[in-house]
């Protein structure tokens, strides 16, 4: 065969195709985590800071494999969840559609990139020095021109093919799949002001951003699982990394705890509630409305039964999200029970006195010492139970392992 036509057949490294396979998951699998561990849980939210040498890295390979700068992606990710699900959201499902955000994801990226209002209100605080400025800004799209070379001097023709596939995995999986699915199907754990999801307990290949709704409730925790057999692999490389001194911890969801010896309400309890409301929600559906269920209606049918089991489980979803008929359907099997209206009254008080952002400290403190008065003179042993806990709840400090 003659040199050239065996260069451009095999390139420098004539490597196996099993050997091919590997170099290109692992590729995609750095690109991955640039996009989650440092455009996403660091420049974004803040819950890490990389050492140096890390963000450097990214930012080149990032530039290097997708023509992502940093200011662009931040920008519009923090766009996104100031607007999210309404007009002025730049990926969303509900809006723009699945098919479009799943399968065209990249173009409303490019779109809103060119956004310069976009780039100044949320871009603050990113990389702004010489390198960005004058290699990765001025020179956008260079990285893409010398990664498609560098892989065909590498691997010979078929390095196009693994060019290819390195850039469309982020405009795909992240642009797509996570923006698009992870908005449209899958479980909630968490009640959030938005149609969030998480797509799987477990995608490796998508760095643990398939934990959606979980980042939707907390979204500047770097830890993205929270529930058993949900496993972040971005969370374990977080863990590795600061093991050798390379990633700082800064912000995760602390822990709810009850603490016996606490009868009153501070604003320790206070921000306990705060920071985990969706939980504190998901318990008195838990606890309270969904036993009164059981015990008002013990002598139905076991199918009836299953209708309590479903229509709790409604209640924990976000009605707006939810069609009007369905809402007016499940309402319709309980409206004769005067017990769950009043507990539904209780559980709307209480998530107005947590909505109200307007309010200082001290008045949230009377706001829910008066719910808790009013909750264990109703007579109620469920509700003045969890009227008590409430009072006893706190956040365990974060200790690192």
Not at 132 to 160: K, P
Not at 167 to 179: D, E, K, Q, R, S
Not at 231 to 259: A, E, M, Q, R, S
């Amino acid at each position: 065969m003659h040199p050239i036509l065996e260069f451009l057949d095999g390139g420098l490294l004539s490597l196996s195709a099993w050997q091919l396979v590997l170099y290109t998951f692992i590729a995609v699998q750095i690109t991955l985590s640039g996009v989650s561990l440092y455009l996403h849980r660091e420049q974004t939210h803040r819950g890490i800071q990389l050492h140096p040498v890390i963000q450097h890295f990214y930012r080149f390979w990032l530039w290097f494999t997708t023509g992502m700068l940093t200011k662009d992606w931040v920008a519009i990710h923090r766009k996104h969840h100031a607007h999210c699900e309404t007009e002025d959201d730049p990926h969303s499902p509900q809006i723009h559609g699945i098919k479009k955000v799943l399968f065209h994801g990249v173009t409303l990226y490019t779109e809103e990139r060119k956004n310069t209002e976009t780039l100044k209100k949320y871009g603050q605080g990113t990389p702004d020095d010489w390198v960005e400025r004058n290699i990765y800004t001025r020179f956008h799209y260079l990285g893409i021109v010398a990664m498609a070379l560098i892989n065909t001097a590498l691997f010979g023709v078929i390095g196009l093919c693994i060019f290819a596939i390195q850039l469309v995995w982020i405009p795909f999986f992240a642009a797509g799949v996570i923006n698009g699915v992870g908005h449209f199907a899958g479980y909630r754990n968490y009640r959030t002001d938005d149609s969030s999801r998480n797509i799987t307990r477990f995608a490796f290949f998508i760095y643990g951003e398939e934990l959606h709704n979980n980042h939707h409730a907390f979204p500047s925790s770097c830890k993205f699982a929270h529930k058993k057999g949900e496993h972040d692999i971005g969370w374990y490389t977080i863990k590795l990394l600061n093991k050798f001194g390379l990633c700082k911890i800064k912000k995760v969801v602390p822990d709810l705890y009850v603490d016996s010896k606490n009868s009153d309400f501070d604003g320790d309890t206070v921000k306990a509630i705060l920071t985990h409301k969706f939980n504190v929600l998901q318990l008195y559906i838990k606890d309270v409305i969904k036993p009164n269920l059981i015990s008002e209606y013990n002598s139905t049918s076991g199918a009836f039964r299953k209708k309590i089991k479903q229509y709790t489980h409604n209640l924990s979803l976000d009605p707006q999200f939810m069609k009007s008929d369905i809402k007016n359907k499940w309402h319709s099997y309980f409206e004769d029970s005067q017990s769950l209206k009043s507990l539904l009254q209780y559980k709307e008080e209480l998530q107005a006195i947590w909505d109200n952002n307007a309010k200082s400290m001290e008045e949230m403190i009377e706001d829910f010492k008066a719910w808790c008065t009013k909750a264990e003179k109703s007579g109620n042993q469920l509700l003045q139970d969890f009227a008590q806990s409430l009072s006893q709840y706190k956040l365990a400090a974060f200790v690192a392992k």
